[in-house]
């Protein structure tokens, strides 16, 4: 995983540096979504191993994309495939998100949930974050019934656990000492 980072992040700030000079990063975002969804697909990964020369695997590419991709994202797509770095697409997708994040000072949280939250919910959770971190918001939310009531927000490498099995967890913990 380290090494696909190492390797993918120059394309990443390439792409992301030109998008923001064209001012064009949501059509960047959707090509390499696109082109991440060609290397994640079953019967993609079957031609992968077989060595296709890079000027075959171009030809793939371009002709699965139709005319969706403009000049630069068909140079995109030959320059990888002559390094050989198709397979990190994916990757690269991540951090030029990444990328766009920090440059839009809009943070990913993830929000665990005991059971379904409301719009209304949903929303004055975003809006105190919001307001507490000094940036946008993109709030993921998603449903786990283990956490018995309450939730869960992970923000990065931070984590605020707020649910009845986390409170039970670490008063077992304190008990065991």
């Given at each position: 995983m380290?090494k696909?980072i190492?390797i ?13 000079e ?6 960047w ?11 994640n ?18 030809t793939?590419?371009?002709?699965i994309c ?10 995109l ?7 050989k ?14 990328l ?11 929000l665990i ?14 809006n ?13 939310h ?12 992970h ?6 656990d ?5 409170r039970?967890s670490r ?7």
């Amino acid at each position: 995983m380290f090494k696909l980072i190492t390797i993918a992040r120059p394309y990443a700030k390439a792409v992301f540096n030109f998008s923001v000079e064209s001012k064009s990063i949501e059509y960047w975002q959707q090509t390499l979504t696109l082109f991440s969804a060609i290397v994640n697909d079953k019967e993609m990964k079957k031609i992968f191993p077989r060595n296709l020369s890079s000027k075959d695997m171009y030809t793939i590419f371009i002709k699965i994309c139709g005319n969706k991709l403009n000049k630069y994202s068909k140079n995109l797509i030959k320059l990888m495939a002559e390094n050989k770095r198709l397979d990190i697409l994916p990757t690269v997708l991540s951090e030029f998100i990444k990328l766009r994040y920090h440059y839009e000072s809009t943070s990913e949280i993830n929000l665990i949930s005991a059971s379904n939250l409301n719009n209304k919910q949903l929303t004055d959770i975003k809006n105190v974050l919001e307001k507490r971190l000094s940036c946008k918001v993109k709030l993921n939310h998603k449903i786990d019934n283990s956490l018995i009531s309450g939730i869960v927000i992970h923000l990065g490498d931070l984590v605020i656990d707020n649910s009845i099995s986390g409170r039970l967890s670490r008063l077992a913990n304190f008990l065991q000492l």
